[in-house]
């Protein structure tokens, strides 16, 4: 399998003897026979998500759409085409209600793919949108609020998993440059260069270029002692970002509001961006709303976490799957 999360759900399979059929490595396209039932796999896909929700969950504009209609908070958006003027753009972020720094990202797709996030300045936001706008044909405008990142993983209209994520970032020591603390990090034996490992290794790319001359630093920069620098402004996984395990801290408030998210895009199996100030928090007593509902959740963040407890959402799936 080309992804860790089919590698998750397949070994789960065979605790409970199922029988595997791969079809597909590269494709991460497989059967899982048991319990009277023969179903087919992509990735974590199956036929347990309704196609509708799949569709509103892989186009962000229809899933807001329908979350705040039914009360629940995302941010204040709106889509952009092809066919843009800059001035346009700052007249709608205006009119829109949305103040610098902004998030700039494509109407569809996942994992933080051509996402630029606390943009806040017009030649910055030129630079997102086009590069946005290579992957996609509509991008969306949203306010960028750097509160803490976390995903809910919901199996079944109930959450199973919770995790904060962190955007990578390096520790200094004293002694070290960055571009080394980088190449001490890859070391790691949990990173590997493909995205089918725990954690994925860090690449020194543009971006993250960018980042850190934002930071008034280069990669010949040393870092003092024990001072973060963080490379990346999402926290995504892919991005080589960390996961932290907070199951046992979310809010009974969060966990039922995740649910109902769930349910209103009729999704049995989702992964949910919640941003907010406190896990532990009650809703009413902090800022937050949800900026993605993910049907193809990455598992090894839960399976994985750097700080906490595993979660097997894999079981979690097949059990929902194959008992349903």
Known sequence: MESISPQLIIEEAK?????ISVISDKLNLFTIKGNNKNILFKNIDCWINNSLGVRFSRYKNLSYFMLRKH?????QSFVLSRKWKIADVLKSIKENNIHFPVVVKPATWEH?????????TKEDLIKAIKSALNFHHQVIIQEFFSWKDHRLFVVGHKLVAAMQRVPAFITGNGKNNIKTLIEKENKNPLRWDAHTSKLTKIIIDTELRHIIKDQWLTLQSIIPKNKKIFLRKNANLSTWGISIDVTDKIHPEIKKMAEKASKILDLQVCGIDYLSLDIKKPLAQQKWW???VNHTPWLRGHHFPTIGKP????KAILELVFWK
């Open 15 to 19: 605790k409970k003897n199922y029988t």
């Open 311 to 314: 979660r097997n959402v894999a």
């Open 71 to 75: 009360q629940i908070k995302v941010p």
């Open 112 to 120: 933080g793919n051509w996402v630029s996030v606390n943009i806040k």
């Open 290 to 292: 949800i900026i993605e």
